[in-house]
Each structure stands twice: as structure tokens, then as C-alpha cells.
């Protein structure tokens, strides 16, 4: 199993019509100047600063900086690189831009026994942590995939509004279909937000780990 850091994750989903932040993976201050210069998101959006490193907690260890603008953006991403946490030290910081967003959603897709399972929940981001029960799961045999009466069904059961009850169905046929393309193990989005104004739902973080043996199926991974 082969973890894939979150840009590298990001750009996965995006490859398969999932949205995601716009965002830059950095390894030295120099690249975020010259990156800010030809990137006006950049300049213009306030932004998320994270260490890219698979350090879990980043949030309670620090490693995770929110509604910066492009000073402080820089400022966060100077103190991260180099800081060592747990053994590990911080070699990469990804910025992104912050997507203004109202509720958080769950959803994953996992490989089980003879199949995947699909799973979402009407609740995420840190709410989830105490509300496991709320998820609820649709099972894909081997060899099929899921149907989109079923994922619609699937979301209704989750407590979706009327409203978001499709675009979660086509969002989690998408999510499936990353993994089963991907050789993915796992693909967990938490949290999954509908982004204000255009009302599109956008992938905000992810965890995702593919089958490290199937890299030979896979030429165009460079993580």
C-alpha cells in the first residue's frame, strides 16, 4: 500500500472531474516568491498553508494555517519548512486557496472482501470524528460498479437535502471510479464542501492510498 501525499491526491481527483483547491506544493521559500509572481490566485485568494507530509493531526500539531494572505501565507510556510515533528521533518508545505464553504460532507470509498464499499455521511470535516454512526454504506462486488439509482438511494439514506442528492450520486460514481482505475485501497474525502456561489461541490482534503505493486499499470504517477 503507497500513500499519496495531498497534492499529488488532489490532482488524482481532478484528473477523474473531481473539484479541488487550486494549489502549489513548495520545498523553499524561493519557489513560493516566484510562485506568487506568476500565480494570481495566489495573490489574490486568501489561503490554507498545510506541511505536506504524512504527519497525522496537522491541525493540533500547528502544521495547518488558515485565512492567510500572501505575507502571511509566506511567513507560515518559512517557519513549517525545515521543523521536525515526530521524527519526521517537514521537507514540503502545500498552500491552496481557502474555499469559502458553509457545511461539510463525508466520503470514501474503501477496498473490503470481494469488493469496495462506498460511504458517506451528511457531517464531516472534525464533527465526524464523534459521529461514525451517521456514515452510511452501499457495497460493490467485484467486477461491477455501482449503479446510479443505488448512490442516489445511498445519499437519501445519508440525509442529504433534496437538492444535493445527485450531485453527491455523481460525485461518488466519480470518487469510485478514481479508485477502481487508480488501483486504489483507499480514498477518503473529509471534508467534502459545496463551494458558495457557483454551489459546486469541491474535494477540500483527502487521504488516499493506491496499490504501490500496480505502479507498473500506472506510468503517468509521480508520487
Given at each position: 500500500?503507497?500513500?499519496?501525499?495531498?497534492?499529488?491526491?488532489?490532482?488524482?481527483?481532478?484528473?477523474?472531474?473531481?473539484?479541488?483547491?487550486?494549489?502549489?506544493?513548495?520545498?523553499?521559500?524561493?519557489?513560493?516568491?516566484?510562485?506568487?509572481?506568476?500565480?494570481?490566485?495566489?495573490?489574490?485568494?486568501?489561503?490554507?498553508?498545510?506541511?505536506?507530509?504524512?504527519?497525522?493531526?496537522?491541525?493540533?500539531?500547528?502544521?495547518?494555517?488558515?485565512?492567510?494572505?500572501?505575507?502571511?501565507?509566506?511567513?507560515?510556510?518559512?517557519?513549517?519548512?525545515?521543523?521536525?515533528?515526530?521524527?519526521?521533518?517537514?521537507?514540503?508545505?502545500?498552500?491552496?486557496?481557502?474555499?469559502?464553504?458553509?457545511?461539510?460532507?463525508?466520503?470514501?470509498?474503501?477496498?473490503?472482501?470481494?469488493?469496495?464499499?462506498?460511504?458517506?455521511?451528511?457531517?464531516?470535516?472534525?464533527?465526524?470524528?464523534?459521529?461514525?454512526?451517521?456514515?452510511?454504506?452501499?457495497?460493490?462486488?467485484?467486477?461491477?460498479?455501482?449503479?446510479?439509482?443505488?448512490?442516489?438511494?445511498?445519499?437519501?439514506?445519508?440525509?442529504?437535502?433534496?437538492?444535493?442528492?445527485?450531485?453527491?450520486?455523481?460525485?461518488?460514481?466519480?470518487?469510485?471510479?478514481?479508485?477502481?482505475?487508480?488501483?486504489?485501497?483507499?480514498?477518503?474525502?473529509?471534508?467534502?464542501?459545496?463551494?458558495t456561489g457557483d454551489r459546486q461541490l469541491?474535494a477540500l482534503d483527502a487521504v488516499i492510498m493506491v496499490?504501490?505493486?500496480?505502479?507498473?499499470?500506472?506510468?503517468?504517477?509521480?508520487?
Amino acid at each position: 500500500m503507497a500513500k499519496v501525499l495531498e497534492g499529488p491526491g488532489m490532482d488524482l481527483l481532478k484528473k477523474w472531474g473531481m473539484e479541488t483547491p487550486r494549489h502549489v506544493v513548495i520545498t523553499s521559500s524561493d519557489q513560493f516568491t516566484h510562485l506568487a509572481h506568476v500565480n494570481a490566485w495566489l495573490r489574490d485568494s486568501k489561503l490554507v498553508v498545510k506541511a505536506h507530509e504524512a504527519i497525522g493531526s496537522r491541525m493540533k500539531l500547528g502544521l495547518v494555517k488558515v485565512g492567510l494572505d500572501l505575507t502571511g501565507a509566506e511567513k507560515a510556510a518559512g517557519e513549517m519548512l525545515g521543523k521536525s515533528v515526530g521524527g519526521i521533518t517537514v521537507g514540503q508545505v502545500i498552500i491552496s486557496e481557502m474555499v469559502a464553504h458553509e457545511k461539510e460532507y463525508y466520503v470514501a470509498v474503501k477496498s473490503v472482501r470481494d469488493g469496495a464499499e462506498i460511504l458517506t455521511a451528511s457531517v464531516g470535516g472534525i464533527e465526524i470524528e464523534s459521529q461514525w454512526e451517521k456514515i452510511q454504506r452501499l457495497f460493490v462486488p467485484v467486477g461491477t460498479s455501482p449503479q446510479p439509482a443505488d448512490l442516489k438511494k445511498l445519499a437519501k439514506s445519508a440525509g442529504f437535502p433534496a437538492d444535493l442528492v445527485d450531485p453527491v450520486a455523481e460525485f461518488l460514481a466519480k470518487l469510485y471510479e478514481c479508485y477502481d482505475q487508480e488501483d486504489g485501497q483507499y480514498l477518503e474525502i473529509n471534508p467534502l464542501t459545496r463551494r458558495t456561489g457557483d454551489r459546486q461541490l469541491v474535494a477540500l482534503d483527502a487521504v488516499i492510498m493506491v496499490d504501490g505493486d500496480a505502479r507498473f499499470r500506472h506510468p503517468q504517477w509521480d508520487f
